[in-house]
């Protein structure tokens, strides 16, 4: 069973306060790793997407590695913009279901 | 635009009531999901279809119902068996089949209960 386990769940960050957030996973065969953004009251927009490790993705100030056993979103200089709640989310095998974490909320005061 | 569309976005029900969340797409993506999210939770799925006249129960499909007449729409009944019925609930749409494999979520819509 694929397992997705992201940490922390919470983290308040000041304005230009760079840091990361964790996302672990467990699959029987990646075929790939996804990162969401999701603000109150609305559904989740897609960031990116990563397949194997050692790849690297880039949108802004927002920056996506992965690893055989995690992946990171790190998050340079943050702007109270970037508040939100990120999911990472995995397919594996021949699966085209993905299975998400919980998520980790983000909050950046100015 | 091209994008899902669900409806309403808040939804209340009385006790012993069903209650049915519209979702459309004009995306032209074969598979649809419906999710369910309470506070704190990630997201569990419930059903999720593959092609027109076809899906399959999700993790926590019991209490719910859904059907798949045309590839556009998936809507989702929440009938009085659901016992527990408050929360966000999303629609998804993807195109596997095509390498492009991530979802497109709709705005949502929050169900409470009366």
């Known amino acids: 069973e694929d397992q997705v386990t992201q940490s922390p769940e919470a983290l308040r960050l000041q304005e230009g306060e760079s840091s990361s957030l964790n996302c672990s996973y467990t699959v029987s065969g990646l075929r790939g790793l996804f990162w969401y953004r999701q603000d109150p009251g609305k559904g989740p927009e897609f960031l990116f997407t990563?397949?194997?490790a050692g790849e690297e993705k880039e949108k802004e100030r927002l920056k996506a590695t992965l690893t055989k056993k995690e992946s990171f979103l790190h998050i340079t200089a943050p702007k109270p913009e970037d508040s939100a709640t990120y999911l990472c989310a995995v397919k594996s095998g021949g699966s085209y279901i993905p299975t998400f974490g919980r998520g980790t909320s983000l909050i950046v005061h100015p | 635009d091209g994008g899902i569309t669900q409806s309403p976005k808040y939804l209340f029900r009385k006790e012993g009531q069903n209650v049915t969340l519209s979702c459309e797409q004009n995306?032209?993506?074969?598979?649809m999901y419906w999710y369910r999210q309470d506070p704190g939770q990630g997201l569990r799925l419930i059903y999720y279809?593959?092609?027109?006249?076809?899906?399959q129960k999700g993790d926590i499909a019991e209490g719910y119902s859904v059907s798949r007449e045309k590839k556009e729409s998936f809507p989702l009944t929440v009938t009085s068996a659901q016992k527990n019925p408050t929360a966000f609930y999303l629609c998804a749409s993807s195109s596997p089949g095509q390498g492009d494999e991530k979802l497109f979520f709709g705005s949502g819509t929050q169900l409470s209960v009366l």
């Open positions: 990563l397949y194997s």
């Open positions: 995306l032209n993506h074969d598979a």
């Open positions: 279809s593959q092609i027109v006249n076809d899906f």
